[in-house]
């Protein structure tokens, strides 16, 4: 079987259907000459009837399995080895994460070189009893999972797959691991009861093997089977969820996972955990990193929320799309949207430029760099499409996708946090000026690390021990992410010089000591008493690069100075604090573009002359990208609204 016959098994579905088939007879014909095995499972828990519920467990997983698959490689076994050693190895994160990048090119792993094998036509009837039987036994056996109904036990703790892993006997392994952890909650009265608690147990073991966040590019677009995540100890936040996924089904947890498969104002998406609870509650939070209940990603805008199933979606567009092209988002029967679990959610209906052949449009979100679709619609009355479900606060770019890309459809527009909708017009005539400070927002992930400047002191003296040191300067937040000054609080003259932090944690990314408008600092001469690692180098507090930074650990009484080899007076200190480089910055060449009918459309292209870009004769009313073309590669469109910035 290959991707090109998925189509043509939609189509069958539907011509089934008709016939009345049944979602179980029609698997039993896709399994051809895997059918014998198929018929297996369903004989063995036919002869007991006190075996009918796992009868009925049999026959949800053979129904819904048509569409599931895995993906091959000789080289995978090999892959997969190796990123368990990196798992069990001592190495930091930081080398770990060079070689986990450079194990999809040792072993020539891409998807070009791996081969789809459909569940249906290969999975053996032995595993398949084996999983039922397991979970059938956790289900019934242990009093934390007595509240689930058999519907929810089938979607979130039955399945033996989540995405397209390879297959692998995980569920015993994992069970007496982890059961362990939560036996003693069967004796515990106010606790034996409780889903939540038995998780939070298993999830505090996990969060203790470590969490290091590490986006990597993968190999291929493969998930890493179950026993390869067990001790996962550097990964993505898909790898996380995905190992607490089969940890707590192996123990009869009922849990999944949903995703953000676009953030719309920033790169890339999100994953996460969602935990059914004993009392009927959808408890989200990520697996092995955060206690159950912690608001999942607080303060951040979501456009839409799919959750993973293993139950064929019958509202999905994959099971409507017929021949037609959609994007990989898509392109599965096995997503749900469930955005209206996590916000407030509105229908929107829009126009298109012009009536299209297509019977599909989409509703884009931007990434930094181009548009990506999050939701789809039918096209109806020529060029007007209904979108279901959509957040608030973004902005939107209706689309059509063809020959794999999107292709405007319409007008940009944003949706209000009061339901209102207002349309980016493309073709404005009147003119403004605009003062432009930044090419990308200010995020936590910079704002926060900024402030720790706060925590620094300028000290001198004449002897090296500092003893006789005396406080030169007490540095301040810096919350335009640029060059600061201070005077130095002595004129007198001291061989060395030191930034020293209080009991707080410290980041700097650069430090000048200027004597006659001049900057007299000897990088030859660095003197510290800090923690040093490859990331954390003293010379990156004088390199002169922005992006580098020096961090004086919380408690350590760490300091980085130097050495002058004689007295010498400073007249006063500039400094930066930690930042991520995307400031206007005087020599740098900028490009202004504003989003058209045909896509971005050039404005304006200059050289900056200072830290700030005034710019005249700018269009009023659209939406906009700055482009440094020197250097960076982080930009976000925003609009222009009453002399300031607006990020989308």
């Known amino acids: 079987m290959k991707f090109k016959s998925i189509a043509l098994l939609t189509l069958i579905s539907i011509l089934s259907s008709c016939t009345k088939k049944t979602d179980l007879e029609f698997?039993?014909?896709?399994?051809?000459?895997?059918?014998?095995?198929?018929?297996?499972?369903?004989?063995?828990?036919?002869?007991?009837?006190?075996?009918?519920?796992?009868?009925?467990?049999?026959?949800?997983?053979?129904?819904?399995?048509?569409?599931?698959?895995?993906?091959?490689?000789?080289?995978?076994?090999?892959?997969?080895?190796?990123?368990?050693?990196?798992?069990?190895?001592t190495l930091n994160a930081l080398n770990s994460r060079s070689k986990i990048d450079s194990l999809g090119k040792k072993y020539k792993i891409d998807n070009k070189n791996l081969k789809i094998k459909f569940d249906i036509a290969s999975v053996k009837a032995s595993y398949l009893i084996k999983n039922i039987d397991h979970?059938?036994?956790?289900?019934?056996?242990?009093?934390?999972?007595?509240?689930?109904?058999?519907?929810?036990?089938?979607?979130?703790?039955?399945?033996?797959?989540?995405?397209?892993?390879?297959?692998?006997?995980?569920?015993?392994?994992?069970?007496?691991?982890?059961?362990?952890?939560?036996?003693?909650?069967?004796?515990?009265?106010d606790a034996k009861n409780s889903t939540f608690w038995a998780a939070s147990y298993i999830n505090d073991s996990l969060k203790k093997r470590g969490y290091h966040f590490y986006d990597y590019k993968k190999a291929a677009s493969i998930q890493l089977p179950p026993l390869v995540?067990?001790?996962?100890?550097?990964?993505?936040?898909?790898?996380?969820?995905?190992?607490?996924?089969?940890?707590?089904?192996?123990?009869?947890?009922?849990?999944?996972?949903?995703?953000?498969?676009?953030?719309?104002?920033?790169?890339?998406?999100?994953?996460?955990?969602?935990?059914?609870?004993?009392?009927?509650?959808?408890?989200?939070?990520?697996?092995?990193?955060t206690a159950l209940g912690t608001l999942n990603r607080p303060g951040d805008v979501m456009g839409k929320v799919y959750r993973r199933t293993f139950s064929y979606q019958y509202q999905s567009l994959f099971h409507i799309k017929e021949d037609k092209e959609i994007p990989a988002l898509f392109n599965t029967p096995y997503i749900k949207d469930?955005?209206?679990?996590?916000?407030?959610?509105?229908?929107?209906?829009?126009?298109?430029?012009?009536?299209?052949?297509?019977?599909?449009?989409?509703?884009?979100?931007?990434?930094?760099?181009?548009?990506?679709?999050?939701?789809?619609?039918?096209?109806?009355?020529?060029?007007?499409?209904?979108?279901?479900?959509?957040?608030?606060?973004?902005?939107?770019?209706?689309?059509?996708f063809k020959n794999g890309k999107c292709e405007p459809a319409g007008y940009p527009f944003t949706i209000t946090n009061k339901a209102k909708i207002v349309s980016i017009n493309t073709e404005q005539h009147n003119k403004q000026q605009m003062i432009l400070h930044r090419k990308y927002p200010?995020?936590?992930?910079?704002?926060?690390?900024?402030?720790?400047?706060?925590?620094?002191?300028?000290?001198?003296?004449?002897?090296?021990?500092?003893?006789?040191?005396?406080v030169a300067c007490t540095l301040k937040p810096n919350h335009k992410f640029d060059w600061d000054s201070l005077i130095s609080k002595t004129t007198k003259k001291y061989r060395y010089w030191r930034l020293g932090a209080t009991k707080k944690l410290c980041n700097i990314a650069e430090l000048q000591f200027i004597y006659d408008y001049k900057n007299i600092i000897d990088t030859t001469k660095i003197i510290h008493k800090f923690q040093v690692s490859s990331a954390n180098k003293p010379t990156y507090l004088f390199d002169n690069n922005k992006?580098?930074?020096?961090?004086?650990?919380?408690?350590?009484?760490?300091?980085?100075?130097?050495?002058?080899?004689?007295?010498?007076?400073?007249?006063?200190?500039?400094?930066?604090p930690r930042n991520d480089d995307n400031t206007i910055v005087a020599g740098d060449s900028y490009e202004l573009m504003m989003w058209s009918e045909a896509g971005w459309k050039s404005l304006i292209k200059c050289i900056a002359k200072s830290n700030r870009l005034m710019l005249k004769n700018v269009p009023t009313g659209g939406l906009y990208l700055l482009r440094n073309h020197t250097k960076g590669k982080e930009e976000r469109i925003f609009t222009y609204e009453n002399g300031q910035q607006v990020w989308w």
Not at 45 to 52: L, V
Not at 68 to 86: A, P
Not at 359 to 373: C, E, H, R, T
């Open 27 to 89: 698997a039993l014909e896709m399994a051809a000459s895997n059918r014998t095995e198929l018929e297996k499972v369903l004989s063995h828990y036919s002869k007991n009837p006190a075996d009918s519920l796992k009868l009925r467990a049999a026959e949800f997983l053979i129904s819904n399995m048509v569409f599931h698959y895995t993906k091959e490689n000789k080289s995978l076994k090999n892959y997969y080895n190796d990123i368990i050693k990196l798992n069990n190895d």
């Open 229 to 289: 995540l067990e001790d996962l100890k550097l990964g993505t936040c898909e790898d996380y969820a995905q190992s607490t996924l089969y940890i707590m089904r192996a123990c009869g947890i009922p849990i999944c996972i949903d995703f953000v498969p676009q953030w719309p104002k920033r790169s890339k998406g999100h994953v996460w955990n969602v935990l059914f609870d004993e009392s009927g509650k959808e408890i989200p939070y990520m697996g092995g990193e």
């Open 442 to 470: 200010i995020n936590r992930s910079i704002f926060i690390p900024s402030t720790r400047n706060l925590n620094g002191v300028i000290e001198a003296s004449n002897k090296e021990d500092f003893k006789d040191s005396l």
């Open 547 to 576: 992006l580098t930074y020096i961090e004086i650990k919380e408690n350590s009484f760490g300091w980085i100075g130097i050495d002058f080899g004689k007295p010498v007076a400073v007249n006063y200190f500039r400094f930066l």
């Open 338 to 400: 469930v955005s209206a679990n996590y916000f407030s959610t509105i229908d929107v209906e829009v126009k298109l430029f012009d009536k299209y052949d297509h019977k599909f449009a989409y509703l884009a979100v931007f990434d930094n760099q181009g548009w990506i679709p999050i939701q789809w619609g039918e096209i109806k009355r020529g060029n007007k499409v209904v979108f279901r479900a959509m957040g608030k606060n973004c902005m939107y770019l209706p689309v059509i």
């Open 135 to 189: 979970a059938i036994k956790n289900w019934y056996s242990n009093p934390w999972t007595q509240h689930l109904s058999f519907a929810d036990f089938c979607e979130y703790v039955l399945p033996y797959r989540f995405e397209n892993e390879n297959l692998e006997n995980w569920r015993e392994k994992l069970a007496t691991k982890y059961m362990n952890k939560i036996k003693w909650m069967s004796i515990v009265e």
